[in-house]
Nanobody, 113 residues
Framework: QAQVVESGGGSVQAGGSLRLACAPSISIFEFNSVGWYRQAPGTQREFVADINVGGVRKYADSVKGRFTISRDSAAIYLQMNGLKSEDTGIYYC?????????WGQGTQVTVSS
């Protein structure tokens, strides 16, 4: 059973930056795709960004131009620049092998204005 573990959350002022990491328990290239989702209090979890095994990246419109998803052999990263208060929430990593999804426990990101 694969697992993924997030790290890198924290508190930052608006306009600041954070870098999240998602480390899987197996080779990152075993997954069809790995991505980031977030959930703010009282809202549904929403898609942020993902990258597939071929390296194709997708972003939510709300983060395009500010967030960058990348990877190396060890982890998937989410570089978040120009953070806004509406980016506050718990950020979850999701990895997928065919139809099976593996979710992390989440890491809190708090942006104060």
């Amino acid at each position: 059973q694969a697992q993924v573990v997030e790290s890198g959350g924290g508190s930052v002022q608006a306009g600041g930056s954070l870098r999240l990491a998602c480390a899987p328990s197996i080779s990152i290239f075993e997954f069809n795709s790995v991505g980031w989702y977030r959930q703010a209090p009282g809202t549904q979890r929403e898609f942020v960004a993902d990258i597939n095994v071929g390296g194709v990246r997708k972003y939510a419109d709300s983060v395009k131009g500010r967030f960058t998803i990348s990877r190396d052999s060890a982890a998937i990263y989410l570089q978040m620049n120009g953070l806004k208060s509406e980016d506050t929430g718990i950020y979850y990593c999701k990895a997928r092998i065919l139809r099976t999804e593996f979710w992390g426990q989440g890491t809190q990101v708090t942006v104060s204005s």
